[in-house]
């Protein structure tokens, strides 16, 4: 429908200029995104295109990076447990960088052994083997792809599973169809946390710039995880103290700085006659 507008300013002698984004297919099939600046104009009569074609992959991963931190941040602040926060931020990520299955690795600190959390898959029948097999592992220190992150707490990232010799899960990622993997750790008070494992049906080349990207997303999540302890021990602590107020052998009565009495127990109800509602 462009080009057609276009051939209609030139048959009036116009000259015209059209911009739009659209995707190039390589000779070896791969695609990447690209921006095409199309100058029509007419030369001795005939219709002329002059092209000048952009790669725009860098454009594209940065607004892809900055959406992907919005979308975790988004993800965060709306969840309120940790099983919440954690599918959130792991559908986040498979939507918004095209990645398939997301796995949680929680450090066990009693065995000191990664062992499997959550996991989240676009789909419940999809890649039922890598599943089953990543729920009935363990992993110390040092050992696969999740504990080689614990162990030094960087990003690894894996472009073609079947390839990597000591990736023990690669025969069932194979039956499954995936290919690509990566990971990065959780940090929680200056430890790791766990580790969020994710796969991909393509073979997935290293995206370097990503890294930091992913590094600050697992800070973040380490700094809901904290809110979130907080906010559990705040509560617990106010129900010990309700139950203190409640069992006490005395009246208790609190009263704030305006004189509204703002705490009346079991035993005030008793003394006074007034109930605490």
């Not at 057609?4 to 984004?21: C, D, K, P």
């Not at 454009?59 to 926060?85: I, K, P």
């Not at 494992?197 to 992913?214: A, G, H, T």
Request: one cysteine or more; glycine letters at 6%.
């Amino acid at each position: 429908k462009s080009f057609a507008t276009l051939i209609q300013f030139l048959h009036r002698g116009e000259r015209q200029s059209l911009q739009f984004n659209t995707v190039h297919r390589r000779k070896d099939l791969s695609t990447y995104p690209i921006r095409v600046h199309l100058q029509c104009s007419s030369f001795r009569g005939r219709p002329t295109f002059v092209a000048i074609v952009l790669d725009i992959t860098e454009q594209c991963r940065a607004q892809r990076r900055r959406a992907t931190q919005y979308a975790v941040t988004r993800a965060l602040a709306g969840a309120t447990t940790v099983e919440q926060a954690m599918m959130g931020v792991m559908q986040v990520i498979c939507g918004s960088l095209s990645w398939d299955l997301g796995l949680l690795w929680q450090v066990d600190r009693q065995r000191e052994v990664l062992q499997p959390s959550y996991f989240w898959r676009k789909a419940p029948d999809l890649f039922p083997n890598i599943v089953a097999a990543s729920q009935r592992e363990t992993f110390a220190s040092d050992v696969e792809l999740p504990g080689r992150v614990w162990a030094t707490g960087e990003v690894f990232w894996i472009s073609e599973v079947s390839s990597e010799t000591t990736f023990r899960r690669h025969a069932v990622a194979e039956q499954d169809g995936l290919s690509g993997s990566y990971a990065f750790p959780i940090w929680l008070r200056g430890t790791v946390y766990g580790v969020l494992e994710f796969f991909s049906r393509e073979s997935q080349p290293q995206e370097s710039d990503l890294f930091p990207m992913l590094v600050e997303i697992g800070s973040q999540i380490g700094l809901f995880i904290e809110r979130i302890e907080a906010e559990s021990a705040l509560r617990e602590n106010e129900t010990r103290t309700r139950r203190m107020i409640d069992t006490a052998l005395d009246a208790i009565i609190t009263m704030n700085a305006e004189g509204l009495i703002v705490e009346w127990n079991k035993q005030a109800e008793v003394m006074f006659g007034w109930s605490r509602q």
